[in-house]
C-alpha cells in the first residue's frame, strides 16, 4: 500500500494539526467511542475528492470544519494532506512522492493542490482514476458496501469491476468528447 503520511488541521474533531506516519504492512488504528477514529477514515475520503456531506457523516461540507471545544476556539479551515509514495509508478506522475490537499474555509471556498501545486477536484479525481484509490472505490470499504455490492443490479457491480479492471479513465475520456 503506497499512502505513506496523513496530515489533518481543522477537520472535524482534530483542532490542532496532527501527523500520522503508515508503514508498510497493515495499520491499525484504536481508541475509545467517539475519539476520531472515523473521522481520519472521513478526512482520507475527503481529500480523495468526496463531496457528498452524508457520506462524511454530516448534513453540509462546513460540517467537516473543527466547530470548537471545551479547550480549543473554532477554526474556519479544514485541512487534509495525504501523501503517497509513487516509487511503483502507479500514478502517471514522474514524482516518487505524491501530495494531495483539499482545503475547505468557511466562506465555502475550496482549494485542491497536487504536489502544492494548485489543481482543480477533477484533476485529483483523473489521478485515482482506475488506480483503486479514488473516491468511492473499493479501497475504501465502509460499514454495509459489502452487502451493497451483493445486492447491487448487474450494471452497478460492473462498475466497480471495470474499476478494477483499469477501463474507468477511458469510458470517461469517450463521454467527455462526446458532449464536445
Ligand atoms: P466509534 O468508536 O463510536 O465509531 P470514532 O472513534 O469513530 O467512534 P468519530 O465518529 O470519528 O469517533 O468521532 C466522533 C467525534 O467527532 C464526536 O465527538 C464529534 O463531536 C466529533 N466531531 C465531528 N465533527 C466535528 C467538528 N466539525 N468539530 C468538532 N468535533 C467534531
Ligand atoms: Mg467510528
Known amino acids: 500500500m503506497c499512502l505513506k503520511r496523513i496530515d489533518i488541521q481543522g477537520f472535524k474533531s482534530f483542532g490542532d494539526r496532527i501527523k500520522l506516519e503508515l508503514h508498510p504492512g497493515l495499520s491499525v488504528i484504536v481508541g475509545p467511542n467517539g475519539s476520531g477514529k472515523s473521522n481520519i477514515s472521513d478526512a482520507i475520503s475527503w481529500c480523495l475528492g468526496e463531496q457528498r456531506a452524508s ?3 454530516g448534513s453540509r461540507m462546513e460540517d467537516v470544519i473543527f466547530v470548537g471545544s471545551d479547550k480549543r476556539k473554532p477554526v474556519g479551515m479544514a485541512e ?3 501523501t503517497l509514495d509513487n516509487g511503483a509508478k502507479l500514478f502517471s506522475l514522474p514524482y516518487e512522492e505524491i501530495s494531495i490537499t483539499r482545503r475547505f474555509y468557511r466562506s465555502g471556498e475550496s482549494e485542491f493542490l497536487i504536489n502544492k501545486v494548485p489543481c482543480r ?3 485529483i479525481q483523473a489521478l485515482f482514476m482506475d488506480t483503486g484509490l479514488g473516491r468511492g472505490a473499493y479501497s475504501l470499504i465502509g460499514q454495509g ?3 451493497e455490492i451483493l445486492s447491487s443490479r448487474p450494471e452497478e457491480r460492473r462498475t466497480v469491476i471495470e474499476e478494477a479492471a483499469g477501463i474507468v479513465k477511458f469510458r470517461h475520456r469517450k463521454e467527455e468528447s462526446l458532449r464536445k
Open 55 to 57: 457520506l462524511l457523516r
Open 80 to 82: 487534509v494532506t495525504l
Open 121 to 123: 477536484l477533477k484533476d
Open 145 to 147: 458496501k459489502v452487502d
